[in-house]
């Protein structure tokens, strides 16, 4: 069997053995285009798109890596190809793989600069976890219903009159709800301790932040975000709780049948946010706008990506 010749030099071993080399490889390769290809996986499914600021050089080093592997997978599956054409002594019907190898040689040392580069983007400290996270609500000021894109015109549809009115208008209703709870609490500090119906709306009512701070409560929902839906789906009226809590830990007269619009300083509101409010009670299906899904990091993908590369780099090394 004829010495495979490389550089000038002889090499000891033969163009009919390359095959092997090869077809593993190219395997390899191709078995980290499978999850893409099926849609499991994309650098555009990590949390690039919602608050990462290295995002271009993610992409770089997932795009050049990926681009590389696809490079080496057709010069490998056409070593493999030529490598079987012929018998052991039939040198000149393999004579294409020599320009094949170059090809190769070259793949492997933009392989080494880009699986480098690979490696420090995972270990630097300058790409955030929030990077790799595929939970788009927690770089979002959408709710989670809107930034996770369950809202789209089927599922708006399968809400009730009064939740439709308050998703269609949600930054209304939003301005609108703090506004509420801003304007209760401006009462309560003016007011206290006789709280009377006859408040000023257009008073200057002027106060510290410490004031303002002792009235502010802190829900905490805990960490675990199926104890979280499951809480949020036995909530019901949510928008309704809340100000209930509120009125009650305010020591503030309510009406029970129309809470928003029936305290103090609902007068002050415009009309548009008394309608919104209102809906705002009436809605029950907050467990399906407030729902979060289970975030979890893409960076398994990339860890792999980076770790398969040199250890194909070894072995062709």
């Excluded at 219903?145 to 369950?150: D, F, S, V």
């Excluded at 502010?216 to 009226?237: H, M, P, Q, T, W």
Aim: aromatic share 12%; hydrophobic share 45%; proline share 4%.
């Amino acid at each position: 069997m004829p010495e495979l010749r490389l550089f000038n030099r002889r090499w000891h071993i033969s163009t009919d053995v390359l095959p092997l080399l090869g077809a593993f490889l190219a395997v390899c390769h191709v078995v980290y285009f499978v999850p893409i290809l099926a849609g499991a996986w994309t650098v555009e499914s990590t949390g690039i798109q919602y608050s990462c600021n290295v995002g271009t050089q993610l992409r770089v080093a997932v795009y050049s890596l990926l681009g590389l592997f696809a490079l080496s997978v057709i010069v490998e599956f056409s070593l493999t190809s030529i490598g079987l054409k012929g018998g052991p002594l039939e040198e000149r019907k393999r004579k294409p793989i020599h320009v094949l190898l170059y090809m190769e040689v070259a793949l492997w040392l933009t392989l080494v600069v880009f699986t480098a580069y690979g490696t420090y983007i995972l270990a630097s400290p300058k790409v955030p976890t929030s990077c790799w996270d595929n939970n788009p609500c927690a770089y979002s000021t959408e709710i989670p219903a809107a930034c996770t894109g369950a809202l789209n015109a089927e599922g708006v549809a399968t809400l009730s009159n009064a939740c439709q009115l308050v998703v269609s208008n949600m930054n209304d209703f939003q301005s609108c709800y703090l506004e509420w709870f801003t304007m209760g609490i401006e009462y309560t500090v003016t007011s206290f301790p006789n709280y009377t119906y006859d408040w000023d709306c257009d008073a200057n009512h002027n106060f510290t932040a410490e004031q303002y701070s002792r009235f502010l409560v802190e829900a905490e929902f805990g960490a675990d975000i199926a104890s979280y839906n499951a809480r949020l789906k036995r909530c019901g009226k949510l928008a309704f709780l809340l100000e209930e809590s509120f009125v009650q830990m305010l020591g503030i007269p309510y009406d029970n049948s129309s809470l928003s619009t029936t305290v103090p300083w609902s007068p002050c509101q415009n009309q548009t946010c008394q309608t919104l409010l209102m809906a705002g009670d009436e809605c029950t299906e907050w467990d399906v706008l407030f729902k979060l899904g289970n975030p979890s990091s893409r960076k398994g993908f990339v860890i792999g990506l980076v770790w398969g590369s040199w250890a194909m780099l070894a072995v062709t090394a």
